[in-house]
């Protein structure tokens, strides 16, 4: 039996207009990436930013796709060539890394006849200018949160709609009762600016607010679309 070379894993996150993310994952299938999530959002950013940006306000899709990191250099760009995320209006697509994964996941994806043919490398400068900032809030605060990071250099987010579980236990740490019903705003953002936008989201719309906001931040590798 042939031993089963693994390696590390990241996730491809895409955000661009509805109706797309499904053919994005078509794209991803036929690549020989078998796990693909979709999840609906929408853009925050005014018109001016929008459209420098590509992301109009309208209903978004998100996909979220772990991928070998063998594979990305060559997804990406064809992700890029293929539904044209360097054209205003259609979108982004960046990579996070994983710490961990399910044992089940690399396996599959990283079976030789999953992985990118011999010739196809294409090598990516490493992005190192962007993270990604995620605000979780309260429903029905979006603009407050998004003045203040706009206050502090952001362009933009994209908002999902989400529901707390387990919040019995939180509610007698905190002291107050925690609405389930909230949204999560993922900025994209240059690196430089990440601490004073998470300080202006913390003063205007921290825990101790309505908003009840936590924000977080992680690091964005390679990105494509911006």
Same mark, same amino acid.
């Given at each position: 039996m042939?031993?089963?070379?693994?390696?590390r894993?990241?996730?491809?996150i895409t955000i661009t207009k509805r109706g797309t993310g499904t053919k994005i994952v078509d794209y991803f299938k036929s690549k020989k990436l078998h796990y693909d999530f979709i999840c609906h959002g929408s853009g925050t950013a005014n018109s001016q930013i929008l459209d420098y940006l590509g992301l109009e306000k309208t209903q978004k899709d998100i996909v979220i796709t772990p991928v070998?990191?063998?594979?990305?250099?060559?997804?990406?760009?064809? #992700?890029?060539e293929k539904f044209s995320l360097k054209s205003p209006g259609m979108g982004i697509m960046f990579t996070v890394p994983l710490s961990s994964v399910s044992s089940r996941v690399p396996q599959i994806l990283c079976k030789s006849e999953n992985m990118a043919e011999k010739g196809?490398?294409?090598?990516?400068?490493?992005? #190192?200018?962007?993270?990604?900032?995620? #605000?979780?809030?309260?429903r029905g605060y979006t603009d407050t949160v998004m003045n203040a990071a706009k206050g502090a250099g952001a362009s933009g987010g994209t908002i999902i709609n989400a529901r707390r579980v387990g919040f019995e236990d939180a509610e007698n740490l905190f002291g107050f009762t925690i609405q389930p019903e909230k949204e999560i705003i993922a900025i994209l953002a240059p690196k430089e600016h990440r601490d004073d936008i998470m300080k202006n989201i913390t003063e205007a719309a921290g825990i101790n607010t309505p908003c009840r906001a936590i924000v977080m931040s992680m690091q964005v590798d390679e990105i494509m679309g911006i």
């Open positions: 042939s031993e089963l070379s693994i390696e894993i990241k996730l491809i070998p990191i063998s594979k990305i250099p060559l997804v990406l760009k064809g #992700v890029t196809s490398e294409i090598t990516l400068e490493k992005n #190192v200018k962007h993270e990604l900032i995620l #605000v979780i809030l309260n």
